[in-house]
């Protein structure tokens, strides 16, 4: 059974900084290719960011240059560091991977940024 737990959410003036946690359980962390999503309310939920087994990263527009993705394979964890938050950054944040065709999500953690 795979399982991912996300921490590390909470509230945040504009302009602070958040680091996001993902723990994989169940699977081989080190060969996933990992993804961050979000949800903001009464939006459609939308990726954020990749990356793969061999530390290759992708950013969505709307953070690059202000979020990095990393991983740490040992710990089966993959991070989200978010920096120069804006309010419209407010969302349910989830981490996803795929297991044998299979998607996994984790059940999310907020993140609040107020103005």
């Known amino acids: 059974q795979v399982r991912l737990v996300e921490s590390g959410g909470g509230l945040v003036p504009a302009g602070g900084s958040l680091r996001l946690s993902c723990v994989v359980r169940?699977?081989?962390?080190?060969?996933?290719?990992m993804n961050w999503y979000r949800q903001a309310p009464g939006k459609q939920r939308e990726w954020i960011t990749t990356?793969?087994?061999?530390?290759?990263?992708t950013y969505a527009d709307s953070v690059k240059g202000r979020f990095t993705i990393s991983r740490d394979n040992l710990k089966k964890t993959v991070y989200l560091q978010m920096s120069n938050l804006k309010p419209e950054d407010t969302a349910l944040y989830y981490c996803?991977?795929?297991?044998?065709?299979?998607?996994?999500w984790g059940q999310g953690t907020q993140v609040t940024v107020s103005s």
């Open positions: 990356i793969t087994s061999t530390h290759n990263t």
């Open positions: 169940g699977a081989m962390f080190r060969v996933k290719t």
């Open positions: 996803h991977t795929v297991h044998y065709g299979l998607t996994f």
